[in-house]
């Protein structure tokens, strides 16, 4: 029996301005509407036998440089996964870079026997605040949902039927 446990984010972030609306807009030029110009997507998964897969797309932010490339997606920095737990961060990557937190969450793990809530803590305080987001999972199954940001698009499911949605704090977090 296969019991997968998923988590997908979506993170906005808003600079100090938003994208200047165009004077004309062209007929003949498709406009891509906001949502899809910003944002991050990440799952990260587990099955019975403690198999992990783990995933961390790019989709910028605004303001961001001409020419920027997928900064979060990079092994270690913003994705990453060993035998104890797989993680998928989100938000401004080159703090997220520079933090290596999805490979700090496993390291503190392995290191000082930490658990996954308890080392994402760890990881996501060495990150200046208003800066990322990770969703992580362990091999037995515990789930980590953490920002520091205003609110984190987050979501939880399991095949024995539990489910979480949240964009804001709860009061368990």
Known sequence: MLQVLCLWFCFNLQLDYTQPIQKEVPKDVAVADGDSQ????????VDSEG???TATSTGGI???MVGQIGDTPIIGAGTYENHLCAVSATGRG??????????????VMEF???SLKEAA?????????GNAGLI????????????????????CATEDGYS??????????
């Open 121 to 129: 803590a760890y990881a996501m305080d060495r990150v200046p605040r």
């Open 136 to 155: 992580a999972v362990s091999s037995t199954g515990e789930v980590a949902m953490l920002f520091n940001t205003t609110g984190m698009f987050r979501a």
């Open 94 to 107: 080159e703090a997220i870079i520079r933090g290596t937190i999805a490979r700090d969450v496993a390291a």
């Open 38 to 45: 910003i944002g991050t997507g990440g799952c990260v998964a």
């Open 51 to 53: 198999n992990f897969a």
């Open 164 to 173: 979480e949605i949240s964009i804001w704090d709860s009061p368990t977090e």
């Open 112 to 114: 000082k026997g930490l």
């Open 62 to 64: 605004v303001n961001k």
